[in-house]
Nanobody
Framework: EVRLVESGGDMVQPGGSLRLSCAAS????????MAWVRQAPGKGPEWVATINIASSRTNYADSVKGRFTISRDNAQNAMYLQMNNLKPEDTGLYYC?????????????????RGQGTQVTVSS
């Protein structure tokens, strides 16, 4: 059974930082590109970042470029999202996903598995 479990979400003030983690199991993690996707209340999913198998290619939504960093550890079956200089508009449910496909410009796509998500709230 494929499982993706996120953690690390919290409430922070604008300008703060968070590091999200995703623990993967039930499939060969090092055979798949992975992604972080977020969804704000009342809005559709927004692809935030993707990373390829070897971590040699990363892609980011324009809204997070320069502030977020995606990474992975294939030995630990884990993926991470370091989020710096957080803004209120970054508020949402963040989940990790295994893409079926995605485009780069704009960054979007579809996934076959996703986790339940971890809530990030940026507010003063």
């Amino acid at each position: 059974e494929v499982r993706l479990v996120e953690s690390g979400g919290d409430m922070v003030q604008p300008g703060g930082s968070l590091r999200l983690s995703c623990a993967a199991s039930g499939f060969e993690f090092n055979n798949y590109d992975m992604a972080w996707v977020r969804q704000a209340p009342g809005k559709g999913p927004e692809w935030v970042a993707t990373i390829n198998i070897a971590s040699s290619r990363t892609n980011y939504a324009d809204s997070v470029k320069g502030r977020f960093t995606i990474s992975r550890d294939n030995a630990q079956n884990a993926m991470y999202l370091q989020m710096n200089n957080l803004k209120p508009e970054d508020t949402g449910l963040y989940y990790c996903a295994r893409p079926k496909w995605f485009t780069l410009d704009p960054l979007k796509g579809d996934f076959d598995f996703r986790g339940q998500g971890t809530q990030v709230t940026v507010s003063s």
